[in-house]
């Protein structure tokens, strides 16, 4: 889930704008699933299918390594040397076959960071973004190709949601983030893949079920899994609270990430239409239950959108909503789109903004922005990208970092 600004709107400083309702399709239509692949299935599923396959069970966990521990995927058969000849593709087929290749991969930021826009196995389109810091190597995945919350400062909220992407889709953007990584393709030589956000295309929780199989793949040992602290994941949502509620009894002590974008209802309704179902109030009754049951520091995330929600009244609405509570807050400069009005906030604006939450003794941050010159910002990409006849329309958005 992010946010993008997908059409121009006249807006004063006071007034919330004015955004026509429209439904919120949560689930994608029916559409041909992608392949089944050994990221989508348990340990004992993987070996139950090697053996109706006439292999040993042990190949299962065989080729499990290879991509968790390895990160090989489909196309690097020739590697797994320890795979008899013979069997090789009858286990590669079934359990790594091809989910995910690469239509265009760009890099900025001095090669500290990578876009890669990935085909699906129906033409769809989806990004990932993998960061290099100082002290971590990042990877920003996609949970959906489009998104059905319909934010209006979105563009692949106007574009509605096309399918939602299977675990392994999910897992596979991570662990070719790995392997990339690994590989020292990021600036600054070989780097272990430390931290993975939700916060690429589409609403993490509106695909609850499959976010939590990836989540549980990306956590286990390897090479059960890609062995990943649950704490250096990162899910976002935009307030799906029974979902938020779910995530609470999932024991998987992830990062919850609540994007807010406002204090209040009146002008939340307009930026994130959902709140009309979950207003504000909720939505952080939730997060707070989150914080309290996993003791985990909720994030709320508030993209500065200059003179639509950093006003000083509204720093302090927000700083009067989280003071005392186990939060830290993300502020995310909005990052320009080609076509879209909307800035980000002025520097004194956003300085601003910060010094009146922080008065409050509110952990606050602005958001480093990355690939602004490669339309890092999720979902620029797709935008851009030109539809073949097998290609499903692409997510259209224009995202900013989060
Ligand atoms: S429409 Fe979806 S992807 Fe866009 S900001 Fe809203 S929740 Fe995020």
Redesign the pocket.
């Known amino acids: 889930?992010?946010?993008?600004t997908g059409r121009a709107m006249a807006l004063s400083s006071s007034a919330a704008p004015s955004v026509p309702a429209r439904p919120l399709p949560l689930v994608a239509a029916p559409r041909p699933r992608p392949p089944r692949h050994l990221a989508d299935l348990t340990t004992a599923q993987r070996r139950e299918l090697a053996v109706s396959l006439g292999e040993p069970a042990f190949r299962a966990d065989q080729v499990a390594r290879h991509y968790f521990a390895r990160y090989l995927r489909a196309g690097d058969a020739e590697a797994m040397t320890d795979l008899p000849a013979a069997s090789r593709p009858v286990l590669l087929d079934a359990l790594l076959p091809a989910l995910l290749t690469p239509a265009k991969v760009m890099t900025c930021d001095a090669g500290a960071t990578h876009k890669t826009l990935w085909r699906a196995f129906d033409g769809v389109l989806i990004e990932s973004v993998l960061m290099r810091y100082p002290d971590r190597a990042t990877v920003c995945v996609s949970s959906q190709a489009g998104?059905g919350?319909?934010?209006p400062?979105?563009a692949?909220?106007q574009g509605g949601l096309t399918r939602n992407l299977s675990a392994a889709e999910i897992v596979e953007q991570v662990v070719a983030a790995a392997g990339a990584a690994a590989r020292g393709e990021l600036a600054g030589g070989p780097a272990r893949l430390s931290n993975v956000v939700f916060m690429g295309?589409?609403?993490p929780l509106a695909n609850y079920a499959t976010v939590v199989a990836a989540l549980r793949a990306l956590t286990a040992p390897q090479p059960e899994g890609l062995g990943l602290s649950a704490r250096s994941v990162t899910v976002s949502t935009?307030g799906l609270v029974p979902a938020i509620r779910r995530l609470t009894g999932a024991g998987l002590p992830v990062t919850l990430a609540v994007?807010l974008h406002a204090p209040d209802d009146e002008l939340r309704d307009s930026l994130?239409p959902v709140n009309r179902r979950w207003p504000v109030a909720e939505v952080l009754a939730a997060a707070w239950e989150y914080a309290e049951t996993t003791g985990r520091r909720v994030s709320v995330e508030y993209a500065l959108i200059d003179d639509v929600n950093d006003q000083p009244e509204r720093a302090d609405a927000l700083a009067g909503l989280l003071a005392g509570r186990l939060v830290h807050v993300n502020l995310i400069p909005l990052n320009p789109t080609r076509g879209v009005s909307w800035q980000a906030s002025e520097r004194r604006r956003e300085r601003e903004f910060v010094r009146r939450l922080r008065l409050r003794g509110i952990a606050t941050t602005v958001r480093d922005t990355r690939g602004r010159d490669i339309a890092a910002a999720c979902g620029q990409l797709a935008a851009d990208a030109p539809t073949g006849p097998d290609t499903d329309r692409p997510d259209r958005?224009a995202?900013a970092d989060r």
């Open positions: 889930m992010t946010w993008h998104c919350m319909g934010c400062f979105c692949t909220g295309m589409g609403e935009v994007s994130v958005s995202r």
